[in-house]
T-cell receptor, first 115, second 111 residues
Framework: DAGITQSPRYKITETGRQVTLMCHQT?????MFWYRQDLGHGLRLIYYSAAADITDKGEVPDGYVVSRSKTENFPLTLESATRSQTSVYFCASTLKRGSSYNEQFFGPGTRLTVL | DQQVKQNSPSLSVQEGRISILNCDYT??????FLWYKKYPAEGPTFLISISSIKDKNEDGRFTVFLNKSAKHLSLHIVPSQPGDSAVYFC??????????WGAGTKLIIKP
């Protein structure tokens, strides 16, 4: 199916473990983003990517690693999970900005619990 | 320091009446503003946007107003319907693809 998908949808892990959240989009959008949503904070940008092999930090990048070897995939890795990383994670994508802003399209989210 | 603020965590409105959701911002460099709607267990979906060169944008039951001097925008939903019950996020950007988000307002439409 076309669109943007995330896997897994739910994940429980333990402190110190490595976790990878997957994101896949079928629109060939240039830009992809990872956000976390916490109560009282709205969505905060973790990392973004302008194209394959181009990534950069967002507002809250510490403890996270991303890669983008293919345009359609943008995995997010927590190298050593901490309880503070318990959150809902959203992946999003958008076309390269042209004369007007292109809204971002979101996946369904991954709810991660770190025990 | 939050650059985009939604000061009302929740709002309850009678079905058929007008819903008004508010958003304030501090960065005068923001040039584009967007509203997203989010249902539980789903990702946010784009609702409506407005450029900083305009003061109003309308799309069906949804209208966004921008008051640049007050650094304030609002989303009006008329008439409100039960399916409008969701969390609404205000977001802003300045000349790039990065969005700065408010904390959201939970809208409850009462039958």
């Amino acid at each position: 199916d076309a669109g943007i998908t995330q896997s897994p949808r739910y994940k429980i892990t333990e402190t110190g473990r490595q976790v990878t959240l997957m994101c896949h989009q079928t629109w060939s959008h240039s830009y992809m983003f990872w956000y976390r949503q916490d109560l009282g904070h709205g969505l905060r940008l973790i990392y973004y990517s302008a194209a394959a092999d181009i990534t950069d930090k967002g507002e809250v990048p510490d403890g996270y690693v991303v890669s983008r070897s293919k345009t359609e995939n943008f995995p997010l890795t927590l190298e050593s999970a901490t309880r503070s990383q318990t959150s809902v994670y959203f992946c999003a994508s958008t076309l390269k900005r042209g004369s007007s802003y292109n809204e971002q399209f979101f996946g369904p989210g991954t709810r991660l619990t770190v025990l | 320091d939050q650059q985009v603020k939604q000061n009302s965590p929740s709002l309850s409105v009678q079905e058929g009446r007008i819903s008004i959701l508010n958003c304030d911002y501090t960065n005068s460099m923001f040039d584009y503003f967007l509203w997203y709607k989010k249902y539980p267990a789903e990702g946010p979906t784009f609702l409506i946007s407005i450029s900083s060169i305009k003061d109003k944008n309308e799309d069906g039951r949804f209208t966004v107003f921008l008051n640049k001097s007050a650094k304030h925008l609002s989303l009006h939903i008329v008439p409100s319907q039960p399916g409008d019950s969701a969390v609404y996020f205000c977001a802003a950007s300045h000349s790039n693809y990065q969005l700065i988000w408010g904390a959201g307002t939970k809208l409850i439409i009462k039958p």
